[in-house]
């Protein structure tokens, strides 16, 4: 089949990548050209594990091909994938503005007909008003079906949650567009959800506003386990083993980021308030994700017994998790913003990134971060820092207090290095 995907980001060109290696001809659009002139270089914008080795395979074997020519590649092909980003509003709604420019530029091509796949993650009703828009602009109902199809990945697996997805969602009035678009899945074992289009599209947000829930309730519940001395490891895979719960999604941490849970939690808030309904739970759990750096902060200050501008605290980690470049609502980052705003000297290293942040200086390895550092926090769940040599950090350290923000260490190991360890809800 032949497939023209508008977005080059985490989603638009991982899919690209994998439904070029199943043997589609794949066009990958962008407006940005820097982009896409980057990636007919064979340069990948973005870090994604196994993305660079797939596009190079399929553009030399001429299945994936780059354009910046959005309406002129629309015009060649009758499967459109929209893959911009839905990012928030000022007032936390999810701002349409890429996705209506998208359908502004499509309306221009539709001479034949054209299935349009809504793979950007859009509020409830957004399939709907984009069928008025086209309709709106003169463009005849015969000529186009639109089908939503949200996507799941997670950056860091992104090939293989593509490969591997619980489910594909297919949400749509027409069966036979529909039909189309499971089809470019052929060669993925997955149960298919056949729904209507406002279902497909809650399917999204309701799965992750859950995960989000999930996470704010465990990171709640450590902080019980802080306060009565118990594990939250243990707490949490007792509780995982019930198999109403599930075991995912419940690993206590500085709170969750990253470019989906944050935003779409936001915009279904949104969405249900425009129809003047209050999703009081998912306020909560927006607000104790974003009291989480701040309770974390407190464990720090309890630590050392102060937190002024004499502390020196080295963190590592500034990516929203492990395996990705991708800074976006990133909980790292607002907890350097909050040490940096204590007036803390903040010395921060992240294996992939660097970003300029008022009072955080970079250090070009963990071991340069932790020197002379009296608090250390590992705020990302890089390999590199689960696995680091806590001998040699300890010698760099003037303090003794090591923070894990993610859980993700090992305790005794920390301690045998002569180091204090601090988790969330862990002795
Ligand atoms: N990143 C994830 O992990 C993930 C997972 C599931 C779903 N989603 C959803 O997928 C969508 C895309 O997310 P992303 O992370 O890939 O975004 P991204 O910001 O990485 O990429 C979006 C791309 O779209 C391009 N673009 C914007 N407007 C355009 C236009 N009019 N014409 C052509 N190109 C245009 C941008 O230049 C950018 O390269 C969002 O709705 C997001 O919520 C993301």
């Known amino acids: 089949m032949r497939i023209c995907i508008i977005g080059a980001g985490y989603v638009g060109l991982t899919t690209a990548a994998v439904l070029s290696d199943l043997g589609h001809k794949v066009r990958c659009v962008d407006r940005d050209e820097t982009k896409i002139n980057a990636l007919e270089q064979g340069v990948i914008p973005i870090f994604e594990p196994g993305l660079s080795e797939l596009v190079v395979r399929n553009r030399k074997e001429g299945r994936l091909t780059f354009s910046s020519d959005v309406a002129a590649s629309m015009d060649e092909h009758e499967l459109i994938m929209i893959a911009v980003g839905t990012p928030s509003a000022a007032d936390g709604s999810a701002d349409l503005v890429y996705v209506r420019s998208v359908l502004l530029a499509v309306s221009t091509v539709l001479h034949t007909h054209k299935v349009i796949i809504m793979k950007s993650t859009v509020p409830p009703g957004t399939g709907v008003w984009a069928e008025e828009f086209l309709l709106g602009l003169g463009v005849p109902g015969t000529l186009f079906d639109i089908v939503s ?51 497909a599209e809650l399917i999204k947000y309701g799965s992750n506003a859950f995960l989000a829930t999930k996470l704010s309730f465990v990171n709640e519940l450590a902080r019980v386990c802080d306060v009565f001395g118990a594990d939250i490891m243990q707490v949490a895979e007792g509780i995982g083993k019930d198999t109403r719960i599930g075991g995912k999604f419940l690993q206590a941490g500085i709170g969750y980021g990253g470019s989906c849970l944050p935003k779409d939690v936001s915009a279904l808030i949104g969405a249900a308030s425009s129809r003047k309904i209050g999703l009081e739970l998912l306020r909560e759990v927006a607000a104790v994700n974003a009291s989480q750096p701040d309770y974390y902060i407190g464990k720090l200050e309890k630590s050392l017994g102060r937190l002024d501008s004499e502390v020196k605290v080295a963190v590592l980690g500034a990516t929203f998790k492990e395996n990705t470049d991708d800074l976006r609502y990133s909980q790292a980052i607002e907890l350097m913003k909050r040490l940096a ?87």
Request: aromatic share 6%; glycine share 10%.
């Open 341 to 427: 705003a204590r007036g803390c000297a903040v010395t921060a290293y992240d294996p992939l990134v660097s970003p300029a942040l008022p009072g955080v200086v970079w250090a070009k390895s963990a071991a340069d971060a932790a020197t002379g550092a009296h608090a250390l926090i590992v705020a990302t769940g890089w390999k590199e820092f689960v696995d680091a040599d806590w001998n040699q950090l300890r010698q760099k350290m003037s303090g003794t207090i090591v923070m894990d923000g993610r859980n993700v260490l090992n305790p005794t190991k920390v301690r045998e290095a002569g180091l204090t360890y601090v988790g969330l809800g862990r002795i």
């Open 149 to 199: 199809n949200p996507e799941f990945l997670r950056e860091g697996t992104a090939i293989h949650d593509t490969l591997n997805p619980d489910r594909i969602v297919i949400g749509s009035r027409s069966v036979d567009a529909a039909e189309k678009v499971r089809a470019i899945y052929n060669g993925i074992e997955a149960e298919t959800v056949w729904t209507g289009q406002t279902e």
